[in-house]
């Protein structure tokens, strides 16, 4: 394919899994922010939009940080696991 289209692929036994329990922002990130939003009840998009912002802003960036640092374990947990679902999991 590479020569063809001067794309290289990426074999499918290769590609890091895509799942929510890998990407920080999903398990960790925006849980936060979901939680943040649900004291709120904007009823404009321009609302919604604030709240949001206002929300992200107040998120410290030392939770943020121990959720990066937190990756290559989460990583690790999903292999063990055999890539089932580890968010309800402590690791």
Known sequence: ??????????????????????????????GLLKRALSKHKPITIDGLWNVVQEEWKSISLEILLKALLSWKSRCRLIVQKKFYQIEHLKN
Do not use: G, R
């Open 1 to 30: 394919m590479k020569t063809d289209t001067c794309i290289a692929s990426i074999p499918f036994q290769h590609i890091p899994t895509k799942s929510s329990d890998v990407s920080p922002m999903d398990y960790y990130a925006f």
